[in-house]
């Protein structure tokens, strides 16, 4: 089985936000995950939460993606406090801990998808295609 791309032609833009704080160890990481997506999707990239949050209030014409990795536990507080702006969209999110406490406050969020930041970043690439409609598998039969 083999994944093949398919391009949008749904006629609506899908724009992908992305957020992590620039003292994330693995951000190298996840900038260069996000080079790899396709072109079908618009792609954002946030380093500090206030400019997420500003994009997040904009109106959005589009169907929104966000991905977001902590870097700390204050952080992930942060993101929670504000959980009203991550509403009518699809979010990726990616811990700095394993912890039970941090991983029961992320649920809050409702994430489509919650990882953890130093996990192989094309697992998150393709959760992404998959959750945006932008690739299946197909039979070489």
Request: with cysteine; proline share 4%.
């Amino acid at each position: 089985m083999h994944v093949r791309e398919l391009s949008s032609m749904r006629g609506v833009l899908m724009v992908v936000l992305f957020y992590t704080d620039q003292e994330n160890p693995y951000r190298g990481r996840f900038i260069e995950m996000i080079g790899t997506l396709t072109p079908a999707l618009k792609k954002e990239c946030y380093c500090c939460f206030e400019g997420l949050a500003g994009r997040l209030n904009k109106p959005k014409d589009e169907d929104t993606f966000v991905v977001i990795m902590t870097t700390d536990d204050e952080e992930l507080i942060d993101v929670v406090n504000n959980r009203e702006l991550l509403w009518n969209t699809r979010l990726i999110l990616l811990l700095h801990s394993r912890d039970e406490i941090m991983v029961s406050l992320a649920h809050r969020l409702y994430p489509r998808y919650l990882g953890y930041s130093d996990q192989n970043v094309d697992d998150v690439a393709a959760v992404l295609m998959k959750i945006a409609g932008l690739c299946h598998p197909v039979d070489d039969n």
